[in-house]
């Protein structure tokens, strides 16, 4: 489960980035301070990198930068809750979540027809695991009262959630890495989300 | 809260205060505010201790200031002597006098022309030092400019866009002369365009790099362009 990592100066080199560039986007926070690991070698202390995250984030970072300012990107890539709220029908519209999704989330939730930021990020993330087949609809309960009080609990610091299932049990869970989980072999791991990434994605489709 | 009602807080002598939000706010003489304090200016002239966290527009601490919080402020100076317990942010900060930050100064200009010392990173944009520094972490910042004059200046790890260290005219001729040794140390130096002079470091790493007099490198990697003037000792250079 753990990322691979890459170092420095592979990434620099890969990339074709600058240290003045990796630097700029790690002070304006566009590379998240707990991906820069230090790890000793025998040549020293260097830095490393979660490859597969810090590649599609210099990616992102790279293509968009014409367009939007870094100030601007800041917003994209912060794990913090937005402001932003939209009314029901155009979540749907917006193809956010597909209608059904929307509509067993209102059936559950029972809300308004504005949805916060929190409640969009919910209902996405189950459009996501019902669409894909991994989650049933009872499921998709459990993780929405998980979801709903752990983004709370978990406001502005990294998290990311677990999906397991044992013996045809489903059961959920949030946790703040780095942490690593072992757990007996009847247990499946069905999903693990981070929720950065997932934010990162619902804001692309927000802009 | 409608910013006219805002009112003053004005310590004349000696006492105490509780915090809150203020239009200004000003110590003179000896003072202890006890709370948060939200105020428009901030003035310490004489002693004062903020038993919480100060948020300003335009602060400045002539004589001697703890604040056992966090700072946040558009401008800040520091004349005098400052112990901020917590991290410094905002826009533009001078310290002409010694201050002491406990984690963090994350600002757009820092400019230091007395003495500073960082518990943990100094993050800006523009980082100037014609005094003397210590940071823990890591001195981060896109123009890097480093005066050294007759004081041992110590950072962990340096990284930015254009970095340039220099002695001072008048320091390199006390230098000639053997009374002072003024020198940059720092484990790693990582920049784009990066000039030093009397810098002690393991490894430099950039694209262009000229090491000059007074330095003592052992390993230099860069992309472009790599020169070597005075006396400077490096052991290693490699071209990646």
Redesign the interface.
């Known amino acids: 489960m753990e990322d691979e990592l890459i170092s420095k100066?592979e990434l620099l080199?890969h990339t074709n980035i600058?240290?003045?560039q990796?630097?700029?986007w790690?002070?304006k926070g566009l590379i998240p301070e707990d991906w820069f690991i230090k790890k000793s070698t025998y040549t020293?202390?260097e830095t490393f990198f979660p490859k597969d995250r810090v590649l599609s984030r210099i990616d992102k970072i790279k293509n968009m930068k014409e367009d939007i300012s870094l100030d601007e990107l800041v917003d994209v890539f912060s794990p913090v809750f937005d402001k932003i709220s939209l009314n029901v029908d155009e979540v749907a519209q917006r193809n956010i979540v597909t209608s059904e999704v929307l509509k067993i989330y209102l059936d559950f939730n029972g809300c308004g027809q504005v949805l916060d930021f929190n409640e969009i990020l919910s209902v996405f993330i189950l459009n996501k695991l019902i669409v894909s087949g991994d989650l049933n609809l009872d499921e998709g309960k459990i993780l929405l009262e998980v979801l709903q009080e752990g983004v709370i609990k978990f406001k502005g610091i990294p998290c990311e959630v677990f999906l397991m299932r044992k013996l045809g049990v489903f059961f959920c869970f949030m946790a703040s890495p780095p942490c690593r989980i072992y757990h007996d072999k009847g247990t499946r791991l069905i999903r693990r989300i981070n929720m950065a990434t997932v934010i990162e994605e619902l804001k692309l489709k927000l802009i | 809260m409608d910013k006219n009602v805002r009112c003053e807080l004005r310590i004349n002598g000696c006492g105490s205060s509780k915090g809150g939000i203020f239009n200004t706010v000003k110590i003179n003489g000896a003072g202890k505010i006890i709370g948060n304090v939200i105020c428009r200016v901030f003035r310490i002239n004489g002693s004062g201790i903020i038993n919480g966290s100060l948020d300003t527009e335009d602060g400045k601490i002539n004589g001697s200031g703890i604040v056992e919080g966090g700072i946040k402020a558009h401008e800040f100076i520091i004349n005098g002597s400052g112990e901020i317990k917590g991290s410094i942010k905002g826009e533009n900060v001078i310290i002409s006098g010694s201050v002491e930050i406990a984690e963090n100064l994350d600002v757009q200009n820092v400019k230091i022309e007395g003495s500073a010392k960082i518990g943990h990173d100094c993050n800006a944009e523009i980082f100037y030092s014609s005094g003397s520094f210590e940071v823990q972490g890591l001195l981060n910042a896109d123009d890097i400019k480093i005066r050294l004059h007759d004081l041992k200046s110590q950072v962990t790890e340096i990284g930015g866009g254009k970095i340039s260290v220099a002695i001072e005219a008048s320091a390199g001729l006390k230098a000639l002369k053997n009374t002072v040794n003024p020198v940059l140390e720092s484990e790693v130096i990582e920049g784009d365009e990066i000039v030093l002079e009397n810098t002690i470091a393991k490894e430099v790493r950039g694209t262009n790099v000229t090491v000059g007099r007074g330095c003592e490198i052992d390993l230099v990697e860069y992309k472009g362009i790599f020169r070597k003037t005075g006396d400077a000792k490096v052991e290693e250079e490699r071209k990646v």
Do not use: A, M, P
Request: hydrophobic share 10%.
């Open positions: 100066k080199e600058s240290y003045g990796l630097y700029r790690k002070r020293g202390q």
